[in-house]
């Protein structure tokens, strides 16, 4: 769930992305080591490079300045949304049903925090995949993550 800051930087960002015809996956806006750091993660059709963070990055900073939407000083990185990405929104899931995931838990089940298989479904409720050792359900409360996973 986004923050308001997070929610008010995805709305400044998504107009920039769309005039270089990219997407906002996803904004954070924490504190790491001591630090604020606001991150927008960007995602497109084919191979997100380099050079499309830092296209973004350039076009994105005037509008950071001019609006100036956080008070204090902070990083700002734009990064690629990445192969194993982590779910978050009911879109991202529709988008990946059949891909495999990985479910980070809270609590161990069937003797283990992480599961791996088949995004199958996805609802307010619960979320179900096909793993190994057949179909698995997790409620929503359980789970700590969800991410693409690639195998190999």
């Known amino acids: 769930m986004m ?3 997070e929610q008010l930087i995805l709305s400044l960002a998504t107009p920039v992305a769309q005039e270089q015809g990219i997407d906002i996956w996803d904004v954070e806006y924490l504190k790491e080591a001591g630090q604020w750091v606001l991150r927008i ?3 497109k059709e084919g191979i997100v490079s380099i050079d499309d963070c830092e296209a ?3 076009a994105f900073e005037p509008v ?6 956080i008070e204090s000083s902070y ?3 734009v ?3 990445g192969a194993e990405r982590q779910l978050k929104r009911p879109s991202d ?3 990946f049903i059949g891909e495999n995931v990985e479910v980070k838990l809270y609590k161990t089940m069937n ?3 992480s599961h791996i298989g088949k995004l199958v479904s996805n609802n307010e409720e619960v979320l179900v995949i096909e793993a190994e050792l057949g179909q698995l359900t997790f409620n929503k409360p359980d789970i700590s993550m969800v991410r693409l996973r690639i195998i190999f």
């Not at 950071?64 to 939407?69: F, G, T, V």
């Open 111 to 113: 003797g283990s925090k």
């Open 75 to 77: 990083t700002f990185e």
């Open 64 to 69: 950071l300045d001019e609006k100036d939407p």
């Open 79 to 81: 990064s690629s949304a």
């Open 56 to 58: 973004f990055s350039r």
């Open 41 to 43: 993660y960007i995602d």
């Open 3 to 5: 923050n308001r800051t």
């Open 93 to 95: 899931f529709e988008k």
